[in-house]
């Protein structure tokens, strides 16, 4: 009988190496990375406005600046901003040629379109977002094997992708063994309990990100269990089964291990509850 820990890892192990496809972006909510993810291009693109406020060169702070034009986020601030003026700009616009500090609308006031600065702790390059700030071209932005959440779809977007490499989901399946068992929500025959533990187990999948693609019930005969393993086996990367595995005469699914192509790789582990667990692989 092996521990808690070493039967983890005797399941890590043993798993194979999920095939890589590509998915859209906006598909790939928990998925798995399946290489590096490369940032294609700087982000942000280009030297950007923090905040609402005005555009300056450093050295003019002290004076009264004429404002001449605005910014707005998308605009391309193709023009340079000559010494001893002010440039409206909002969060987002391209910080014009010449200009090396935003100051924000409320630290300022603007007089007949003449812009008076109040701001004594303003240090230079304040409230600008430099080009590849957040990321440079060339630099890993996910590592392979990161849990796509949605900040992490976000963050894909914002870099202008829309197809990555992530690692299939596996095809679950599930088998429910026991002659006993009655569906949820008709009447509960005499001797009878209610079947939960598949409903338990689809729950615990979707929490991580997955669905079973199957799921079957079957009473506790030897050749039913049989054939619903092999069968189960063969469509599906994971079979998960509950219950038939400990040694009494109605447990069939311990007894279906001993056919050539399944392989045990470990029958029950030190733990209370859940002592009778088995863990085997189908084929070669």
Known sequence: MISVHEAQELVLQHILPAQAVSLPVHDALGYV????????ADAPAFNQSAMDGYAIRWEDRGKALPIVGAVA??????????????????TGGRIPEGA????????????????????PLLQRGANIRLKGSQIQAGAVALQRGSILTAAGIGFIAAMGMTEIAVFKHPRIGIIVTGSELVTPGTPLTRGGTYESNSVMLMAALREIGFTASVVRRIADEQALTLAAMQEMAESCDVVLLTGGVSVGDHDHVAGSKSHPDFTTIFHKVKQKPGKPFLFGKYGH
């Open 33 to 40: 990375l399946a290489q590096d993810l490369i940032a294609p």
């Open 73 to 90: 986020a998308g605009d391309g601030a193709e023009q340079p901003l000559e010494p001893g003026t002010a440039r409206r700009i909002f």
């Open 100 to 119: 090396d500090t935003v100051v924000i609308q409320e630290h300022t006031t603007n007089k007949e379109n003449v812009l008076y600065i109040d701001s």
